[in-house]
């Protein structure tokens, strides 16, 4: 499932679930302000309640407090932000975004090897793809 759009504060909230792991209200907050976010008790509550209404994030109501966990991942939601991305900004295309960060980013080896690799993958599904339409067509 597509995860919905979330506001920099909701993202903020999710990767500190994503980096340090569920839990309470409180601990949450607390997390949140060890990184300069001095939020109150309430603005994370609320925060935390509409990550749940977007199904972002999950709530285990079983015992006293409410612990809270992150239900999609950083990769579901990257690829969403950048699929919006490239709709807002190159009609839907996603290479000018590859090109620009290419451009201006240095890659370590691994990395750079990584890219080659998926570049590689996405070369040969276009191939079989092409064979395919040319088979079927004949």
């Known amino acids: 499932m597509k995860p919905a759009q979330t506001s920099q504060a909701e993202f903020t909230v999710l ?3 994503w ?15 060890q990184r300069g976010h001095a939020w109150a008790y309430t603005t994370v509550q609320t ?9 972002c ?3 285990d109501s079983s015992g006293q407090a409410h612990v809270y966990r992150a239900c999609v991942s950083r990769e ?7 699929t919006e991305l490239a709709d807002q900004l190159c009609d839907g295309a ?12 240095h890659f370590s080896p691994q990395e750079i090897a990584e890219l080659r690799n ?6 040969h599904a276009e191939e079989n793809k092409t064979r395919r339409e ?3 067509n004949r």
């Open 19 to 33: 980096n340090e792991g569920e839990g309470i209200v409180r601990e949450i907050a607390a997390r949140l302000q």
């Open 47 to 55: 925060l935390l309640n509409r990550l749940e209404s977007k199904r």
């Open 76 to 82: 579901e939601v990257l690829e969403q932000r950048l």
């Open 134 to 136: 040319t088979r079927k």
């Open 118 to 123: 998926l570049l590689d993958k996405a070369e």
């Open 15 to 17: 990767e500190t679930l």
């Open 57 to 59: 994030v999950s709530r």
């Open 94 to 105: 996603s290479s000018p975004l590859v090109m620009t960060l290419v451009k201006n980013h």
